[in-house]
């Protein structure tokens, strides 16, 4: 079992930043990946980032803006979110995964809004 707890979301302009953290707990020895992904209303779940086995991804949206780290623990995650836009709003969930299980936290809100 893995558990996963989100913070840093928030209200922010366009334009503005956000760091979101993701602290994990458990059996966190067996993760493969780990990352964030996010959820917009009436749009489907997306990767936003990730470390994967074979490397780290990026949604094709942020790259360039968004960047994903890992604190020194290696049991927290982190996105710094630059140059944020609009579309960028969604509730933001951190995922963890080792196959064949997958664990999210429960998401954290950010708003991109003027």
């Known amino acids: 079992q893995v558990q996963l707890v989100e913070s840093g979301g928030g209200l922010v302009h366009p334009g503005g930043s956000l760091r979101l953290s993701c602290v994990a707990s458990g059996t966190i020895g067996s993760i493969n990946d780990m990352g964030w992904y996010r959820q917009a209303p009436g749009k489907q779940r997306e990767l936003v980032a990730a470390?994967?086995?074979?490397?780290?991804n990026y949604a094709d949206s942020v790259r360039g803006r968004f960047t994903i780290s890992r604190g020194n623990a290696k049991n927290t995650v982190y996105l710094q979110m630059n140059s944020l836009k609009p579309e960028d709003t969604a509730v933001y969930y951190c995922n963890a995964k080792y196959f064949p299980y997958s664990y999210w936290g429960q998401g954290t809100q950010v708003t991109v809004s003027s």
């Open positions: 470390f994967t086995s074979v490397g780290t």
